[in-house]
């Protein structure tokens, strides 16, 4: 069964750095989500891509936040410079149009 | 904006035995989906089940069965003959009428299910 595939599952780094979080998409699929989960709390949503733009983003995707389609196969989330608060578990899924939605399996990200 | 109300934090139940996670949620459409999500302690989102509004039949997957009141805003899972591979966190999530440019989800809260052996 194709997957969402993310890199890495786990990463840590210093506030006031920038991380890039990686996620391979499944092949057919046209929509591209980022969600956030910090811990003990609800999945919240993020960012929606359509067609190489955002076509949704939440209050939560501030300035800091952008995402990127840089080949025909990954989509990346950078945050720009990081703060405590941004620890969390971040989901990639990806979409077709009234069908499968598939989550990737997260990449755990600790602010220190 | 749409809401999704998981109004029991945490239930609990023996093995074998049948338990319902209760979904309310709340929107002014009448062409969506609504999906219940399992989340173990590693936290990977693993779908249990989907239910399309404009399908009247409740949607079941082997154990696990819905119980769609699309008039009252209700969407209830209920597991049944459970087991201890059935502990995790359900999350119970609404997804926008489909439209060309977005899909997204909106989640519930949770409720941690425990399975007392």
């Known amino acids: 069964e194709p997957e969402v595939t993310q890199t890495p599952s786990h990463q840590v780094t210093q506030m006031g750095q920038e991380v890039i979080l990686r996620c391979v998409p499944i092949s057919n699929h046209l929509y591209f989500y980022w969600y956030r989960q910090i811990l003990g709390q609800k999945v919240e949503f993020l960012v929606s891509?359509?067609?190489?733009?955002?076509?949704?983003k939440s209050e939560i995707f501030d300035d800091q936040f952008s995402v990127e389609r840089p080949d025909g196969s990954n989509f990346t989330l950078k945050i720009r410079s990081t703060k405590l608060e941004d620890s969390a578990m971040y989901f990639c899924?990806?979409?077709?149009?009234?069908?499968?939605?598939?989550f990737g399996s997260g990449t755990r990200l600790t602010v220190v | 904006a749409q809401t999704v109300t998981q109004s029991q934090p945490e239930m609990s139940v023996q093995e074998a035995e049948t338990v319902t996670l209760s979904c309310t949620y709340d929107?002014?459409?009448?062409?969506?989906?609504l999906f219940w999500y399992k989340q173990p302690p590693s936290r990977q989102m693993i779908l249990v089940i989907r239910q399309e509004a404009y399908k009247q039949q409740n949607a079941t997957e082997n154990r696990f069965s819905v119980n769609f009141q699309k008039a009252a805003k209700s969407f209830s899972l209920k597991i049944s003959d459970s087991q201890l591979g059935d502990a995790a966190m359900y999350f119970c999530a609404y997804r926008s009428p489909p439209e060309f440019r977005n899909e997204k989800l909106t989640f519930g809260t949770g409720t941690r299910l425990t399975i007392i052996p």
């Open positions: 899924a990806s979409s077709v149009y009234r069908g499968g939605y598939t």
């Open positions: 929107t002014s459409e009448s062409d969506y989906y």
């Open positions: 891509f359509y067609n190489n733009e955002i076509s949704e």
